[in-house]
């Protein structure tokens, strides 16, 4: 094991390295959503088709993430972070030789398998590698791509599918990933721990029953053989009650039964999987109509929805204020509401309506968003002991990623809907979209009810 206060280029160069990780993950989670149409141009797709090419890739990363940890302790934080860059830099490769949408989606997972290793262990090697009065620095320099990332995503997307291909939104991670692979096998600091039980069997119950749910969302409006997705359905939910009699019988489980007898990291769980279905598919809708519907090159719908990360960074500074003077219980209920109000009102333009309409409504609702995920984060883990952290905090990010790919899922069959019922009208369907999820965010707003006024107390500033 390194001891950085030994070795100062450690403390240099750990947090450019892990704010390449961060770059790499959060440039290619919002690359693809301009890319999508050109891409099932070239494979002969309809553009509906193409989720998957997302959806498999945030369900790798969620799936796996849990299993960084025991990796990075059992051998070793460098070699597990190179290979995790191995991993998704040929994901990456393989993504851009893929000559269909299966290919594609395969590609995808290998990529998920390398974002699912890299961030966590970077992120522990710094907390290894950092005494507390540095830590706060060291993660918040590179963690800032993270927030450049959203920005840059739409916009780089939309410039290489016009200007060059879609290749190139792939092509562009294998250059930043050489480069992370060298600084990592050269300074990465390589901490081991002694290796703890892990729960194998509970991982691979819970990955099953999510896998299964992804999959029968998915399926919804493309295939129609409702007695085979309502089987896949009814699988998901078994494989969960599963996993809920193991769990009861069993003490040291990868997700305990007692995190769930908090109140508080109940409502902020269940609350971050409903709001999602409705908030998590806007990203990719918008880009969908504005190239669709309207005709719009790439480049355009990525100047649209560029606003949305860039008012995210203000909603991310506003936040402790507002959770300071209004509370997390009215905050989340009204900012709920706000958010699906605004999802409606992207509902209203008819297709005659200039295309900037959708600027400052896609500004506010990533102000609002911004917000909203701060405050449904923050307040499931206010009331964890200590010794539920860990596993509170892994499921709280398992459940985010889980619930990213099921809004996309529901937002897209939802599309599907409408055009099957209307196939000459796909302005219209998008349209009735936007009102239908718009519906959904405000009903999920009632789930924080359940938080008392005073909850989250104990988070507020002095």
């Not at 005709?295 to 008012?311: E, F, H, N, R, Y």
């Not at 701060?374 to 459940?399: P, Y």
Request: glycine share 8%.
């Amino acid at each position: 094991m390194i001891n950085s206060n030994e070795d100062p280029a450690v403390k240099k160069y750990l947090p450019i390295i892990v704010a390449t990780a961060f770059f790499m993950q959060m440039l290619d989670s919002t690359i693809l959503n301009t890319s999508l149409p050109a891409i099932a141009k070239d494979f002969n797709e309809s553009p509906l088709n193409m989720q998957n090419a997302i959806i498999s890739y945030v369900l790798t990363l969620a799936l796996c993430m849990p299993i960084s940890g025991f990796l990075s302790d059992k051998f070793g934080t460098r070699k597990i972070y190179t290979w995790s860059l191995v991993l998704f830099s040929l994901g990456s490769l393989f993504c851009a030789l893929s000559q269909d949408l299966t290919q594609l989606v395969i590609s995808r997972v290998l990529q998920g398998l390398g974002g699912a290793m890299m961030v966590p262990v970077g992120k522990l090697a710094l907390i290894r590698a950092y005494p507390k009065s540095e830590l706060v620095k060291a993660m918040n320099y590179a963690t800032i791509p993270a927030l450049i990332g959203p920005v840059l995503g739409p916009l780089v997307g939309g410039y290489m599918v016009d200007y060059l291909s879609w290749h190139w939104i792939f092509i562009i991670n294998l250059p930043i990933g050489i480069v992370g692979i060298i600084l990592g096998l050269k300074y990465m600091p390589n901490y081991f721990s002694k290796v703890t039980h892990f729960d194998f069997k509970g991982f691979l119950i819970f990955a099953t029953a999510a896998l299964l749910l992804s999959i029968s969302l998915e399926m919804m409006g493309q295939t129609k053989s409702v007695s085979f997705i309502l089987f896949i359905l009814f699988l998901g939910f078994s494989l969960f009650y599963y996993y809920y009699r193991y769990a009861k019988k069993n003490e040291d489980v990868i997700f305990p039964l007692n995190l769930f007898l908090v109140r508080t990291f109940r409502v902020g769980i269940i609350g971050n999987l409903a709001c999602r279905l409705g908030i998590s598919s806007v990203p990719l809708l918008i880009p969908f109509m504005i190239q669709i519907a309207y005709g719009q090159s790439a480049v355009i719908s990525g100047w649209i929805v560029a606003p949305m990360a860039l008012t995210a960074m203000f909603g991310k500074s506003a936040v402790i204020s507002i959770l300071n003077y209004f509370g997390y219980r009215k905050t989340l209920m009204v900012n709920t509401f706000i958010i699906g109000i605004l999802i409606m009102s992207m509902g209203i333009p008819s297709i005659h309506t200039s295309i900037y309409w959708f600027v400052p409504l896609l500004a506010a609702i990533g102000f609002f968003n911004s917000i909203h995920f701060t405050a449904m984060n923050t307040i499931a883990i206010a009331d964890l002991r200590n010794k539920q952290t860990s596993s509170g905090n892994s499921l709280l990010s398992v459940n985010q990623q889980i619930a990213i790919g099921f809004g996309i899922a529901v937002g897209l069959a939802v599309l599907r809907f409408y055009q099957n019922i209307e196939p000459n009208a796909i302005h219209d369907s998008f349209r009735n979209t936007f009102l239908t999820i718009g519906i959904l965010t405000i009903i999920s707003g009632f789930v924080f009810r359940r938080l008392h006024f005073r909850d989250g107390d104990n988070m507020k500033s002095q």
